[in-house]
């Protein structure tokens, strides 16, 4: 199987459905059971009685006006493919499926359609123990084929203020209070970063960043009565979602009136095993594959995977192209991670 032609159909699809499908027809031709999950939107392809699961998603992210081709259908340009989804993750996606004609060896697939937003069905597949009896999952995200043992997780909060309305050329009067974006500069202008700033030595420190501030739409003489705040927390293991809730909360001093927080997105860090990365990194050195162990500043399916056995990164491109306009991966970076996949396989297969 040729995984740029493989690369360059998966990537001909803007629906993400329509490519799951090209993906299980690819899995179905190299041998392996598929199973089509309708209720997750997804697939799980076996191979007997896989040491190693492959882990990728078909989603991709919406496409900006900034592109200058189609982001979608096209064939390689050189030693170059252009496509929305190239490096994050259909391209990592075809790479693994034509490794499966390399070995023999029993194997796992998942691939998924819902990363890019939820990532509800690796949180269900964690939960059930679905695959733990397999040695390790690997998760195709763009790594340049080094091996990540670590990644950052997230959570995004909103802040809502709600404050009194009244005219701007007012002072604040008692009896009226402040209104909500003087009540939410106000409690943002105490927030103490610090104490989400732990460390991690492949990953740094952790980030806070208070990504927008929006308010009700009034004239510029109107002061508002609504408005909210979007922050966006980056934090390395062993740091928990709920650890860090706690702690913002606590530095926002809630609760208090006017204010309330709510958690929209959450997501682990992972942490693997330093033993498996330097297993796998050798065994990709071995296949002629050049690759070192790290760890990864984005966020990925393996937050859930660690859940139910040893957990890595790994997979072509660059996460720089990801998301990007013009996103691309080349034929050399399709080949090489086709052979490091299948050293993978053969050297987390069971004994």
């Known amino acids: ?4 032609r493989l690369a360059e ?3 001909a699809e803007q629906d993400a459905q329509h490519a799951l499908t090209a993906a299980a027809d690819a899995l179905r031709e190299a041998g392996l059971a598929v199973d089509r999950d309708e209720e997750h939107q997804a697939i799980a ?5 896989p040491g190693a699961v492959l882990s990728g998603h078909v989603d991709v992210v919406p496409v900006s006006d900034e592109w200058s081709r189609p982001a979608f259908g096209n064939a390689f340009d050189d030693d170059r493919l252009y496509a929305r989804g190239a490096s994050d993750m259909r391209g990592p996606v075809a790479a693994m499926i034509a490794a499966l004609d390399r070995t023999e060896a029993p194997v796992g697939v998942v691939l998924t359609t819902d990363e890019e937003t939820t990532m509800d069905t690796a949180r269900a597949y964690a939960e059930h123990d679905r695959f733990a009896d397999a040695d390790v999952v690997l998760v195709g995200e763009p ?3 080094d091996v990540a043992v670590a990644g950052n997780g997230l959570v995004w909060v909103r802040v809502d203020a709600d404050g009194a309305r009244g005219h701007a050329s007012t002072p604040r009067p008692q009896a009226r209070g402040p209104s ?6 106000e409690a943002l202008a105490g927030l103490d970063p610090r104490p989400f700033r ?7 420190k952790a980030t806070l960043a208070v990504s927008g501030i929006e308010s009700e739409a009034t004239p510029f003489n109107v002061l508002a009565g609504e408005a909210e705040a979007r922050i966006d927390i980056r934090f390395p293991p062993p740091k928990t979602p709920d650890e860090v ?10 609760p208090r009136e006017g204010l309330k927080l709510s958690v929209e997105k959450r997501e682990p860090a992972f942490l693997g095993d330093e033993g498996q990365g330097k297993r796998a990194a050798d065994a990709l050195s071995l296949a002629g594959v050049d690759a070192s162990v790290t760890g990864v500043g984005y966020v990925t399916e393996a ?3 660690q859940r139910v056995t040893d957990t890595l990164v790994v997979g072509p491109g660059s996460i720089d192209r990801a998301h990007a306009p013009d996103e691309y991966i080349t034929r050399d970076e399709l080949t090489t991670a086709v052979d490091g996949y299948a050293a993978l396989i053969e050297a987390f297969a069971p004994v």
């Not at 199987?1 to 740029?4: C, F, I, K, Q, R």
């Not at 392809?45 to 009685?49: K, L, T, Y």
């Not at 809730?245 to 809630?254: C, F, I």
């Open 303 to 305: 937050g859930h995977w």
């Open 9 to 11: 159909r998966l990537t």
């Open 1 to 4: 199987m040729d995984a740029a």
């Open 143 to 145: 790594t340049g084929m």
């Open 245 to 254: 809730e706690a702690s913002l909360r606590s530095r926002l001093d809630l």
């Open 45 to 49: 392809a076996v191979r007997g009685s």
């Open 180 to 185: 909500a974006p003087e009540r939410l500069i």
């Open 198 to 204: 732990v460390e991690h030595p492949r990953l740094g």
